[in-house]
């Protein structure tokens, strides 16, 4: 258990809608990335953010957002979804504002999210 | 464009026997790399990491090799076990940067 947690683990939604991804980073961590991972691709990486402000943005689509509360938990809001977005999208988070020699960053389980 | 590269999708060694997984990067900017381990239905894991001032790293049966002139590592794994069978990624870090780039992940399937 890395103590990043994610919900929901599974969704399934249709064309058009719209979804919110939840994640909770580990006790006393303050970055949390968003990473997807489709059929057969690597981790691609969305978007980070460290205590509240974004830091990185990476192949994230206009139809997608994020944001950090307060409390440090993420969400990932995912808009008129398309059958392509259907994918993991994991969370990950780590102490730092940068990833240093010596650190790392730490996954959640994911979300699998299936468009039909 | 593909920045960490992992040619092999799949990759399939006996018990007892040594794991190479390999990995090429592309941006020169790059000085710190790591591998993780997936398993079915649960998030990547940390296994090792390796600074650019270092050419090689250990920890336990798991190696990782550094060549910067040639922007390659690899990750060795002696001896090989059925419990190692699983994705491999392997991912790099710029200096003061804000994300890790991941590779395609290489499947390792350990047979008893």
């Known amino acids: 258990d890395s103590g990043v947690t994610q919900t929901p683990k599974h969704l399934i939604t249709a064309t058009g809608q719209r979804v919110t991804l939840r994640c909770s980073p580990r006790s006393g961590d303050l970055s949390v990335y968003w990473y997807q991972q489709s059929l057969d691709q690597g981790l691609q990486f969305l978007i980070h953010?460290?205590?509240?402000?974004?830091?990185a943005k990476g192949n994230i689509l206009e139809r997608f957002s994020a944001q950090q509360f307060p409390d440090l938990h993420s969400e990932l809001n995912l808009s008129s979804l398309e059958l392509g977005d259907s994918a993991l999208y994991f969370c990950?988070?780590?102490?730092?504002?940068?990833?240093?020699?010596?650190?790392?960053?730490?996954f959640g389980e994911g979300s699998w999210l299936t468009v039909v | 464009d593909q920045q960490v590269k992992q040619n092999s999708p799949s990759l399939s060694v006996q018990e007892g026997r040594i794991s190479i997984l390999n990995c090429d990067y592309t941006?020169?900017?790059?000085?710190?790399f790591l591998w993780y381990k997936k398993y079915p239905a649960e998030g990547p894991t940390f296994l090792i990491s390796i600074s650019s001032i270092k050419d090689k790293n250990e920890d336990g049966r798991f190696t990782v090799f550094l060549n910067k002139s040639a922007k390659h590592l690899s990750l060795h794994i002696v001896p090989s076990q059925p419990g190692d069978s699983a994705v491999y990624f392997c991912a790099a870090s710029a200096r003061y940067g804000n994300k890790l780039v991941f590779g395609a992940g290489t499947i390792l399937r350990v047979k008893s």
């Open positions: 941006n020169s900017m790059f000085d710190y």
């Open positions: 990950a988070s780590s102490v730092d504002p940068e990833v240093r020699t010596g650190n790392t960053i730490y």
């Open positions: 953010y460290y205590n509240g402000e974004e830091r």
